[in-house]
C-alpha cells in the first residue's frame, strides 16, 4: 500500500505591490505554490506548499466639494481643481499601509446679471429692474426699492434711486451677485434746501425734513 505524501504549509501574506523571494523564485500573486519537496530518510517525502496571500492597501478617502474660486486646504496644502490627489500615507501595524486620498469636486458658480443701469426722472418714475439668471435657483434681490414682497421677482419695479444687487445660490450652495444702479436725474432735481444735512426737492422727492440747528 502506498502512503500519501506528507504535506507542509507555509503560510504567508504580503501587501500588493511587494514580492516575496524563496528559493530564488519570486512571488507576488495569490495562490498556492509547491515550494519543494523534501526526501524522507525513514517515511514518505514531504511535499512544502506556500499559501500566498496579497493583502490591499487600505484606502481612506476624504470627499470634499467647494465653490469655484474657493480653496480646500489639507494638511497645509491647497487645492482648487477638481480631482483625487494623494494626500499620505499612514503605516500600520500587522496589515498593509493605509491610503489617504482627497476626492475634491469644484462646483462652477451660477451666472447672475442684474441688467443695464436705471435712470428715474419727472416723466419715468418708475423703472423694472432686467435681472437674468443662467440657471435654475431662486433670485434674491437687496437695494432701498426692495421688499418682501418683490424680493424674488427676477425684474422687480423700483421707484426709488440707490445701488440694487441681485444674488442667486445653486443648489450646491454657490453663489453669485452682480449690481445694478438705479440713478435719478439731475434735471429732475428742483431746489436744494440749505439745511444740515442738505436736502434735494424733486419731482420724485416732494417732502424733506429739515434738521436746522441753533447759530449761539
Known amino acids: 500500500t502506498n502512503s500519501p505524501l506528507e504535506v507542509s504549509y507555509l503560510d504567508t501574506s504580503i501587501c500588493s505591490g511587494e514580492i516575496v523571494t524563496i528559493n530564488g523564485i519570486d512571488y507576488s500573486t495569490t495562490g498556492d505554490y509547491v515550494l519543494d519537496t523534501l526526501n524522507a530518510a525513514v517515511g514518505c517525502d514531504t511535499i512544502w506548499i506556500m499559501r500566498l496571500t496579497v493583502d490591499l492597501f487600505i484606502n481612506d478617502t476624504v470627499f470634499a466639494s467647494i465653490c469655484e474660486g474657493d480653496i480646500f486646504t489639507i ?84 421707484t426709488q434711486p440707490g445701488i440694487y444687487t441681485l444674488t442667486l445660490t445653486s443648489g450646491q450652495s454657490c453663489s453669485t451677485s452682480d449690481m445694478v444702479e438705479v440713478m435719478l436725474d439731475p434735471q429732475s432735481v428742483t431746489a436744494q434746501a440749505r439745511a444740515l444735512p442738505d436736502t434735494f426737492f424733486s419731482c420724485i422727492i416732494d417732502t424733506v425734513i429739515l434738521q436746522g440747528l441753533p447759530s449761539g
Not at 122 to 138: K, Y
Request: proline letters at 8%.
Open 75 to 158: 494638511n497645509g496644502v491647497d487645492y482648487t481643481m477638481t480631482g483625487i490627489y494623494l494626500i499620505d500615507t499612514f503605516p500600520s501595524a500587522g496589515s498593509c499601509d493605509t491610503i489617504r486620498t482627497l476626492d475634491l469636486t469644484v462646483d462652477p458658480l451660477p451666472v447672475v446679471d442684474a441688467g443695464p443701469d436705471r435712470l428715474l426722472d419727472c416723466q419715468v418714475q418708475l423703472v423694472t429692474l432686467d435681472g437674468s439668471l443662467s440657471s435654475g435657483g431662486t433670485p434674491v434681490w437687496t437695494g432701498p426699492g426692495i421688499n418682501a414682497g418683490n424680493q424674488n421677482d427676477l425684474t422687480p419695479d423700483v
